[in-house]
């Protein structure tokens, strides 16, 4: 739900399809990023 909020807001704020998706793109990459550090900094503890 939190994606789909933001690219309402991004739309809703004017930004083109394009340029909302984009953003959205990134931000699920920004926080797939941070999981994935995240797990890995697990499984180096153990």
Sequence with gaps: ??????????????????VA???CMRKLLTILNAMMRDR????SAV
């Design 1 to 18: 739900p939190g994606i789909k909020d933001f690219y309402q807001r991004l739309r809703l704020r004017g930004k083109p399809y394009k």
């Design 21 to 23: 998706v984009t953003a």
């Design 40 to 43: 890995l900094a697990e499984v």
